[in-house]
């Protein structure tokens, strides 16, 4: 993370330097076009495609820590591993599932939805390539299917 804060930074820093080369030379060649203005000019410009590509880097690292702890956080709710931590809420009246149910299920919602996306999803059946969990009668939410 320390790396991520640091190139965004450092590319800031590097697109500020280009805009003040570009008023720089704009005020030395009379706001004139030239050699120079342009070399600070494509400077600025390649500039500003590092800082966005640092951007771009930084807010991938912060979406896949978000969805990192959302997923531990469904993970600790569902399996019922937050009770007894000090701080936390009273569980709830579910009783917890295992963690590979969880992933199952998971999955199962993970191709509904890019059947759904696409289009593609009939009454009649699913067209994914991995058939649903199958029956567990160790949980009673299989048993209601």
């Not at 531990?72 to 963690?99: F, R």
């Not at 199952?104 to 191709?111: L, Y």
Request: hydrophobic share 40%; proline share 5%.
């Amino acid at each position: 993370m320390d790396n991520i804060v640091d190139d965004l930074n450092n590319a800031y820093q590097e697109f500020v330097a280009a805009a003040a080369g570009v008023l720089e030379a704009k005020e030395s060649s009379g706001a004139l076009k030239t050699a120079v203005t342009d070399a600070a000019l494509e400077n600025f410009k390649q500039r500003w495609e590092l800082f966005r590509v640092s951007c771009d880097k930084a807010e991938e690292f912060v979406e896949s820590v978000k969805q990192r702890i959302g997923s531990e956080c469904l993970v600790d709710e569902a399996t019922g591993s937050l009770t007894g931590k000090a701080g936390q809420a009273a569980p709830t009246s579910l009783p917890p599932i295992s963690a590979v149910r969880l992933e199952q299920m998971s999955k199962a919602v993970r191709w509904l939805v890019i059947e759904l996306q696409q289009g593609s999803g009939t009454a009649g059946g699913s067209s994914h390539p991995y058939p649903p969990a199958p029956f567990d009668a160790r949980f009673s939410d299989d048993a209601a299917q």
